[in-house]
């Protein structure tokens, strides 16, 4: 058995996905397939001895679809697709808007008596609207066409399907009457036509479709950019020499040398020497921490201070950073559990209008000519037929949700909430747990100094040989400390020789008096006493302390921590009114952990753990029925992210953060997730207002216009009327949308 990950072109909804899935299921030595609408991968496994890509690609084609085999290309192509729907929209979308509050003011300038009626020529008018609705349906909207010819051949609806059914009958029913006017031929039709009706639907419906899809271009660059973390070279020792070497060339045993500033290529033990390694790759902590001697370093970290050695013991597609690179493909590329309620009816809803429609225009010929001469019975035959296809347009049904996105994803920009896609605000609608990062997302991601103990009076004092001596120095820590000095503006004194002990502090003489700076083994080292029950309650704080002293004795103990950002309680409590569960995950320590989620009231607490097992524990929470939103700005959290439900990342944060997930928040302000959260709510409850006025008018006036009550009461819906019905649905669906603009959140 052999499994791939295939790019497919022509996916436009949902439905598609299942569509494909469908056949690809069914096609000969194929035995799973998973196919992501937001991704646009279908993942096969399948017998290689049975069947190939090849063949599989031409199955796809057969229902209008293709698998991109050269996936590399397939950026480019969403690109190039992306462009052409940008230019379509800067013609179509001026029109479609003109033409909608045209009908709208002569909708209600129809019943209010003191607004002027719009006196114009409606052959020439329509005649206007006959070419633009040619191009609009065949060059714009050829993918609508397609969905029709593809249900005509049995290959499937979906929502192009019951565009393409509906515009089109419109179209060809009001280019018949145009015909008929302009050459004198006498019908005995309604004169009503609807081409203001088409290019309004395709104008709308594709300017969604290009939101999404704008959206959505950039989720396969997360992967390129942890690929580009990967070192690509590395210094081995071999044959007591140093060489440098591709990192693909490293195998398991090499002895490879590691500098300052150097990333580390692959995972290993140290065998030799020490560094001071930026591990936030993998933790997400801002403080570089000390390796020594038989510690475990791995891939994509980077050597702040020192110099060591260590020895290969994973290389390739077993290293931490290729691990993360897997599991971030392979949540992005798992099965979207939502799908768009308008696709998943449309199955039904085509085959049911086609039904009605026919059977009205049999019946009125069959059975109505038993009542009615033949040539009355097959225009109200004809006039019933076209009209239940013209009522049952998924105008209103097209605009639903497009509508109510644009709207939604529109007041949550000027909030500061930039959201993926529609899929991502449906799916934020039904989180009922958050998880939280916490370095950078519920802190402020940075060390700084939280307070100073002194041993003497003279505080200024030693506040500037402290901070002359740090001054010299690159460390976090040290610049934690050099800003603290900055803001209590400290002066400087003058530094003679100065010296970086890598891993331990620095020192130097300042007025002839030799003073250091680090941390606790250091000062001890130097046989100086340092307070342990201080060093042990603040161990206990989660803080870090630099004990700054001279040759005698303990002068002052600096301590540094990563602040709770000022709003995030007030979040925990909106998100715990919102009956919302809490949780934190962190790879810092326990002692940290605790006493963060103790400030804060979180509900659940995860602590020293790797981005594996953030990404597992999500998984946990999730079987265990939770629906799981991840909120986080590290590269660290790039899984965990993929693998929620919806993932929320900072902007202040890692760009592979940010395209890991669904929504981001700027600025970094995590005060921004509650909001988004309410924004879901109330653009989910729109939606779900628009579908059931969608339905409201085609429940209602599909019978109407069938015929359904001509002989009890003479009632009998023309074609004209359908297309008031059809255009007060649509009025009806976008000014309840438009209401979302007013919603505070």
């Not at 000390?290 to 994973?314: C, H, M, P, R, W």
């Not at 949700?401 to 959201?419: D, M, R």
Request: hydrophobic letters at 45%; aromatic letters at 8%; glycine letters at 8%.
């Amino acid at each position: 058995m052999k499994e791939e990950t295939v790019a497919i072109k022509g996916m436009h909804c949902a439905s598609c996905a299942f569509n494909i899935e469908n056949k690809l299921t069914n096609s000969k030595g194929v035995k799973n397939v998973k196919v992501n609408y937001a991704t646009e991968k279908a993942t096969i496994i399948y017998d290689d001895t049975v069947t190939s890509v090849e063949n599989l690609n031409a199955d796809v084609k057969d229902i209008g679809y293709e698998l991109d085999i050269h996936t590399d290309n397939h950026a480019h192509h969403k690109l190039e697709e992306l462009n052409k729907q940008r230019n379509r929209l800067y013609f179509l979308l001026p029109v479609a808007t003109f033409l909608f509050l045209f009908m709208l003011y002569d909708l209600i300038s129809q019943r209010v008596s003191y607004l002027p009626m719009i006196e114009i020529n409606m052959v020439v008018f329509n005649s206007i609207l006959f070419l633009i609705s040619t191009v609009t349906i065949f060059i714009f909207g050829k993918q609508f066409v397609e969905g029709l010819l593809r249900f005509i051949r049995g290959k499937g609806a979906d929502m192009d399907t019951l565009i393409g059914l509906g515009t089109i009958a419109a179209y060809i029913y009001s280019t018949v009457l145009l015909v008929s006017l302009l050459f004198n031929i006498e019908l005995g039709l309604p004169e009503s036509m609807y081409y203001d009706s088409v290019i309004i639907v395709i104008g709308f419906v594709l300017l969604g479709k290009f939101l999404e899809a704008r959206s959505k271009i950039k989720t396969g660059e997360a992967i390129q950019k942890l690929l580009n973390l990967q070192a690509k070279t590395a210094v081995v020792e071999r044959d007591g020499k140093e060489k440098k070497i591709d990192v693909s060339e490293i195998v398991i045993g090499d002895i490879l040398i590691i500098k300052a500033g150097a990333k580390i290529p692959v995972d290993g033990k140290i065998v030799s020497g020490l560094g001071v390694l930026d591990l936030a790759m993998l933790t997400g902590e801002p403080i570089p921490v000390e390796k020594t001697i038989g510690d475990d370093v791995f891939s994509g970290s980077v050597n702040k201070q020192g110099y060591f050695k260590f020895k290969a013991l994973k290389v390739g597609s077993d290293t931490m950073l290729s691990t993360i690179i897997k599991m971030v493909e392979e949540a992005q590329n798992s099965k979207a559990p939502i799908q768009n309620l308008a696709d998943k009816i449309s199955s039904i809803f085509v085959p049911t209008v086609l039904v009605i429609a026919i059977l009205s225009l049999l019946v009125w010929i069959f059975v109505g000519q038993q009542y009615l001469p033949f040539n009355d019975a097959l225009t109200y035959g004809i006039s019933s037929f076209v009209a239940v296809l013209v009522i049952a347009c998924p105008c209103a049904l097209g605009l639903a949700t497009p509508t109510a996105i644009i709207v939604g994803v529109g007041k949550g920009a000027q909030n500061g909430i930039l959201i993926k896609n529609a899929e991502s605000l449906e799916k934020l609608y039904k989180v009922d747990t958050v998880i939280f990062d916490k370095t950078g997302t519920l802190t402020k991601g940075q060390p700084e100094v939280t307070d100073i103990i002194f041993n003497g009076k003279d505080k200024d004092n030693i506040l500037s040989l402290l901070y002359s001596l740090e001054e010299k120095s690159d460390h976090p820590l040290a610049i934690a400390i050099q800003n603290k000095a900055k803001e209590l503006n400290i002066k400087l004194k003058v530094v003679d020789n100065f010296k970086n002990i890598d891993g331990r502090g620095v020192s130097g003489t300042i007025e002839k008096n030799s003073y250091y700076a680090g941390n606790s083994k250091f000062i001890e080292d130097l046989g100086i006493t340092v307070d342990k029950n201080i060093l042990k309650e603040l161990s206990k704080e989660g803080k870090t302390p630099i004990i700054f002293a001279n040759s005698k004795e303990t002068l002052a103990i600096v301590v540094i921590a990563d602040q709770i950002k000022k709003e995030s309680k007030k979040v925990i409590e909106e998100l715990h009114s919102l009956g919302i569960k809490t949780a934190m995950l962190t790879g810092d320590n326990s002692n940290v952990a605790n006493n963060i989620a103790k400030d804060l009231d979180i509900d659940m607490v995860y602590a020293e753990v790797l981005p594996n097992e953030k990404a597992n524990i999500v998984k946990k929470l999730q079987n265990n029925g939770n629906f799981v939103a991840m909120v986080g700005d590290g590269i660290n959290d790039a899984p965990a992210l993929a693998q929620s439900n919806v993932g929320i990342a900072m902007a202040t944060g890692t760009d592979i953060a940010i395209e890991s997930s669904d929504i981001t928040l700027l600025g970094g302000d995590i005060s921004k997730l509650p909001k988004a959260l309410k924004l879901s709510r109330n653009t989910m409850k729109t939606i779900k207002q628009n579908l059931f006025w969608a339905f409201f008018y085609n429940i209602l006036g599909i019978p109407l216009a069938a015929g359904l009550f001509y002989p009890m009461f003479g009632i009998l819906l023309e074609p004209a009327f359908a297309g008031i019905a059809m255009a007060l649905s649509s009025v009806t669906v976008v000014s309840n949308s438009l209401r979302l603009k007013l919603t505070k959140i």
